[in-house]
Structures are given as C-alpha cells and as structure tokens.
C-alpha cells in the first residue's frame, strides 16, 4: 500500500503539492488526473523516492520511503512519461535486466525476469534489438518492461498513452489490463480521460496540488471534471445514463 | 554593461589575479569577485555550491605540494603557495560565472567575434554559442539518466531481497498465480558483491 500524508513538495516559492494526502491499496487501478501543474508527476515522484518532500510522509507497505527508498523502488516501478527518459542501456535485453541485477539477483533469475517482463509486452525474443532503433510504441513497452522486471506491487504511468496512436493506446491499455488483473496495482497519471475512464476503479483528480475528487468514475459527472480542469470523456459516468 | 566590456573586465581580472599573488592582492581581488557576483545577483554560497566539481582539485593541489615523505610529513611553507594558486584560480572562475550567468549566448557570440576578427572569430564565436547552449542540453540529460538510473537502483550497492513470509503482505485475496504470491518482502539490505552477471 502507497500511504501519502500531508505532503508539500515545493519549487522555489511555488508549492506543486500543497498539504496532499492519499492512499492507493495494493492491486488497485488508480486514474491520476488533473490539469498541467496540478502536481501529478510531483506526486508520483514521491511514490518511490525520487523525489524528497518539503513537509509530510510517504511510506510504501507501512515503511517510509526516504528511510527504505531500495524497498520503494521495488515495490513501486515507475514509468517516466517519455520512454527515452527511463532507458539506461542501448539494447532492450540489457536495459530490463538492469533492475534485476542491481537487486543482486542470480543469472538465472534476472534472465527469467527478463523472459517474462518482455513477453508481458508483447516483445518476446527482441532482447538484443537496439532501443533506438525501435518505433516509439515499442519503446514506450520496452520501458514498461524495466519495471516490470522488479517485479513490483505497483506499476506508476505517467502519461503512458501520451503520442501513441489508437491501436498502440488500445494495446498499451489491453497489456496495463491483463498486468491489474495479474495482481499489480496500476496507477496512471493522465490529462486525458477518454481511454482510461471506464478501466479504472478509482478516479483521483489533482488541483493546485491537493485531491480535488477521489471517486468511483461511474459517481462523477462531466461537468464536475471539467470544472477541475479535466476534459471529460463522452458518455462518462452519470452522463451516459 | 557591454559585453564587450565585460570581456575586457574579466580578462583584466584573470590577468590581475596572476600578477598579484600575495594575500593582500587577492584579499582585494576577492572584493572585486564579490562585486561581479553581485553585480550578476548570484549568491556566492549558491554560487562555490555549483563549482564544487571543482573542489578536489583546487584542495588536491596545495595538499599534494605539501606532503612531505619524512618528518614533519605536511610542510605549509610548500603548501602556500599551490593553496594561494589555487584561490586565484577560484576566484577567476567566480567571476567567469558571474559573466556566463548575466549575459545572453548570443552576446557571448558577438563579443567573442568582435574580440577576435575574421574566420578564427567566427569559428571561435560558434563554438562559444555552442558549448554554451550544449552545456545546458547536457545537464538536462544527465539529470533523466541520473532519475532513470535511480527509479531502478543503479545508484546504490547491490540489494537483496529477503524471502517473502507467504501472506504477510497482503497476498490473500490475490488471484491464483498472481505475480504478488512469490514476491520477497522489500528489505533495504546490502549484499556484499555484485552477482557474477553484473
């Protein structure tokens, strides 16, 4: 379980999360949203200690993550919103397997876990493909990939859908599905609801960096989002009845 | 100010500061350093803060000079001078700081081209713009590689995971084979080698 308690994080005078507290359950789907600057990435940053808080605690499965942040990073796997910024070697085999190997893991394993992670993406067997030579839908798998290779109990997408095209969105979706219904908690951050609104279980919408909405989407209201600042898909919730 | 000028002020200040090496030459040539930072409205702790790269040569320096292989074992009479170097060159950077932080590339270019006339300007000026707009691509990168490298433990000793008490952590209402059920618990615990793949 991801626990935030009165986190501010600021940037200069500016405070991007103002006082924000929010617990995400294991194996749940979480819709981060909100408008640009409204605190999203901030927040998910503090998911596994990326970041460090001004005020407030984050702890992951009961332990504080800037005193455990090896056990944050394991238990969450973060997904940067352009997968350029998530890639640490040239070939899709060595980038998934550095997780792995940095856990102290045996050849063995960190091959099984490579095995599994790029099957997971629909990328079997390409491990020695070079990552930029690849299209950007499969990079962005590719990125998914390396956190999935830790194994975590939740996987944090920050605009996972961001510049793919409808099929490697309904793709990209179909996979983040299968992997939920795996066990991983799954948290996307988005400013687009249109694809994730009817996947998830849980709608939490930032602003000005604290929740504005936390709710069941099928209990929200177009107008509603749209007076937080987020474009509200057709037919959503109690708008569709 | 002038670009030009400003150029013309910090080569007069480098120069300056090697022909005036005692303490009371560059005690006031820490006044004009002062001066310049504040002139560009930097902070000089923010300011030494960003130099720090720098540190261990400017320390290694006088350090090393002063190292003797027998008794007293460290003479400051041989360290005085390397340290006083040191400063200096300190100093001269502080107000090269001072200048590349308050004056656009472009002036940069222009002054450099207007310093040194014809090609070798041009080629000079260019190569001026560009490591200084480079400078900031670079460190944008180094930071998402620094952040990528972190999100997956490439920035501490290798970890291992402890084997997982099956239910501690909330598996129950898993479904069977669920990627949670053969999970080790998340244990912050050094190991003492990288394994043989790494």
């Not at chain 1, 200069?12 to 979480?30: I, N, P, Q």
């Not at chain 2, 007293?72 to 170097?85: K, N």
């Not at chain 2, 900031?136 to 997956?152: M, Y």
């Amino acid at each position: 379980m991801i626990a935030v308690r009165d986190l501010v994080h600021r940037y200069g005078d500016r405070a991007a999360l103002d006082g924000l507290s929010l617990t995400v359950a294991d194996g749940e789907f979480v819709v981060l949203a909100g408008p640009n600057g409204s605190g999203k990435t901030t927040l998910v940053r503090h998911f596994n200690g990326l970041l460090d808080p001004d005020e407030g605690r984050v702890e992951v499965d009961g332990r504080p993550v800037d005193e455990h942040p090896v056990a944050a990073r394991t238990s969450v796997g973060m997904v940067f919103q352009d997968p350029r910024d998530c890639f640490v070697a040239a070939t899709v085999g060595a980038d998934v397997a550095f997780g792995p190997e940095n856990l102290g893991l045996d050849l063995a394993e960190v091959d099984r876990r490579v095995g599994e992670a790029l099957a997971a993406v629909n990328m079997a067997g390409r491990g020695d493909e070079r990552i930029d030579e690849l299209s950007g839908g499969e990079q962005a798998r590719v990125a998914i990939a390396g956190a999935l290779a830790m194994e975590p109990d939740h996987l944090v997408l920050d605009e996972p859908l961001a510049g793919l095209d409808w099929p490697a969105r309904r793709a990209t979706l179909d996979r983040l599905a299968a992997l939920h219904a795996g066990g991983t908690g799954t948290v996307v951050v988005t400013h687009d609801l249109r694809d994730v609104i009817d996947r998830t279980d849980r709608l939490v919408v930032l602003r000005e960096g604290r929740v504005a909405l936390d709710a069941a989407p099928a209990e929200v209201d177009g107008d509603r989002l749209a007076g937080l600042g987020v474009r509200p898909p057709r037919g959503t919730g109690r708008d569709a009845a | 100010m002038d670009p030009r000028s400003k150029l013309a002020a910090q080569a007069a200040f480098a120069l300056a500061a090697f022909v005036h090496t005692t303490p009371r030459g560059l005690l006031a040539l820490t006044g004009v350093a002062a001066l310049a930072l504040a002139a560009a409205r930097l902070s000089p702790l923010a300011s030494l803060a960003d130099l720090r790269v720098l540190a261990p040569f400017l320390v290694a320096l006088p350090l090393l000079e002063g190292l003797t292989l027998g008794p007293p074992w460290f003479s400051l009479a041989a360290a005085r001078g390397p340290a006083l170097a040191s400063y200096r060159t300190l100093l001269v950077v502080l107000v090269s700081v001072a200048y590349v932080r308050s004056t656009p590339v472009r002036e940069s270019r222009a002054a450099v081209q207007w310093l040194v006339p014809g090609r070798p300007g041009r080629v000079l000026g260019v190569g001026v713009a560009l490591a200084f707009r480079n400078l900031a691509v670079l460190r944008a990168d180094l930071t998402r590689s620094r952040r990528a490298l972190r999100a997956r433990l490439g920035d501490r000793p290798v970890f291992r995971l402890e084997p997982h008490a099956p239910g501690a952590r909330g598996d129950a209402g898993r479904p069977p084979g669920a990627r949670g059920g053969r999970r080790p618990a998340r244990v912050d615990r050094p190991v003492s080698r990288r394994p043989e793949n790494a």
